[in-house]
Each structure stands twice: as C-alpha cells, then as structure tokens.
C-alpha cells in the first residue's frame, strides 16, 4: 500500500481471488470492531456478485461468491465457536436455495481459548495469524507446507527496510484513526463526532482528488447531520472520479432532505 493512499477510507486490507473453477473468493480482515459488519459484509458480497456480469452477459454466468472475515474481536457473542459459515436455505427443509451465497466469519480471539493442538487445517492458519510463537508453531509449520511457506515469505519481508516502513506507517495510520474514533467516542458530543466524519470525508477527497476537490470538500463541511455523512462515508470510496464523488454527495444529502 502506498502512504500517499493510508489516510484513505477506501483503501482496504483484503484479498480478491478466483478459483480454477471461476468461485470468487474475497477475504476481508478486521483487526477492530467497526460494527453493523453483518450488513457490510451483505453489501460488498453484492457489490462482488452482480459486478460479475457485464452489458450482454446472462445471469447464468454467475459464478459462486464467497466472503471470509478474518476478525480479531468477538463479534457472535455467547457463542464459543471460532468459525461460522451462511448459506441461502430453506427455513424448513435445509435445502440450499443456491450454492452461489457462502459467507465465513474466523474470530481469532475465540481460537486464542482454545488450549491443544489444531485439529484441521483451518485452525492451524488461524492459529497462524494469531501470531503463535515458539515450538509449537514450528511443529504446525513442519505439517503443513503452506504456512510452512507462509513464514519464509514473512521471514523475508521483515528483512526488507520498505516493506517494513510501508507496514510500520499503515499500522500508525491505523492506530491514529482508532484513536480518534474512541475519544470521540468517549466524549460523547454529537458535534464533535459530525467533526470527525466531515474531516474523513474531507480526507478521502483530498488523498483521492488532491486540490481539485476543495470545492467538494467546502459542501461536506456544511453538512452537520451525522447519519447523513456516515451514509456518504460507507458509499464515496465506489467513486472513481471527482464527479461521481460529487454525484453521491448530491445523492446521499438529496435524500435526506
């Protein structure tokens, strides 16, 4: 990631693949609780599922999505289990309505509870990204090659000075961010917390559009109704341009009105 693009909202951590047999596979992490995960979690699965098909392209040349958040939080409370999987069913019966919809959630810090060795794959990569140290994740690696490869590859990465630097500086946008959210937050002041969303909006535009949008940023300054401006945060990083930037602006506030 460049650091011109961490201030960015838009910018996000995941990874977009697609199988041999055509199934797209994003996996999402969240390192904090950025809540209503779920509903944002069904928007981008759509965003990802309907931008398969292009003008001329029929409905049955979609393929089969599948989402996976990594999260390091506890988002189903009272459940101990650290993996949850959905599917389209009938409420009856079971039957799959479709195969294309499968949404995963790993909460690593239930794995963390669980004292003994991973029983699958799955819990020894998720034991992986909780950062396990020692001889025990030594004798996970010798049994499986991938994160065997995993950590040479990361070995090398922290022997890199700029890859360093460029994760150093997106692990300190990160923190700052967090840090202005919680004491907002705390404070409690529906001002202060208009305050924070317009200069995010304003930030976006700014790493996004540069000098050109001051114009745009002056009218999200003059916009002081929180739900509005967290409608426009979840929406502007879509726009590739100024003009559609200013388009769902326009929108979002026209609607609220």
């Given at each position: 990631m460049d650091p011109k693009h961490l201030p960015d909202r838009g910018a996000r951590l995941d990874v977009l693949a697609r199988t041999g047999g055509g199934t797209l596979i994003n996996i999402e992490v969240q390192v904090a609780n950025q809540y209503n995960i779920d509903k944002r979690t069904m928007?981008?699965?759509?965003?990802l599922y309907h931008g398969q098909l292009t003008s001329g392209q029929k409905f049955g040349d979609l393929r089969?999505?599948?989402?996976?958040?990594?999260?390091g939080f506890d988002w189903f409370r009272g459940d101990g289990r650290h993996h949850r999987a959905f599917h389209v069913r009938d409420d009856e019966t079971g039957e799959p309505l479709c195969d294309d919809l499968e949404i995963h959630f790993l909460e690593l810090e239930k794995l963390k509870r669980v004292r003994r060795r991973p029983k699958d794959?799955?819990?020894a990569w998720m034991m992986y990204l909780n950062n396990l140290e020692g001889e025990e994740m030594e004798a996970i690696a010798m049994e499986n090659p991938g994160i065997r490869k995993a950590l040479t590859i990361e070995k090398a990465f922290w022997q890199?000075?700029?890859?360093r630097r460029l994760y150093e500086l997106r692990e300190k946008a990160m923190r700052d961010e967090l840090s202005m959210i919680a004491g907002a937050m705390a404070e409690g002041e529906t001002k202060g917390k208009v305050a924070m969303a317009q200069?995010?909006?304003?930030k976006f535009l700014d790493v996004r559009f540069g000098e050109a949008s001051r114009g745009l940023q002056g009218r999200v300054k003059r916009i002081d109704r929180l739900e509005v401006l967290d409608r426009i945060i979840n929406e502007i990083y879509t726009a590739g341009s100024l003009e559609e930037a200013g388009a769902v602006i326009?929108?979002?506030?026209?609607?609220a009105k």
């Open positions: 928007y981008y699965w759509a965003g089969k999505t599948v989402t996976i958040n990594i999260l794959a799955l819990e890199s000075k700029k890859e200069n995010a909006v304003c326009d929108d979002v506030d026209g609607a």
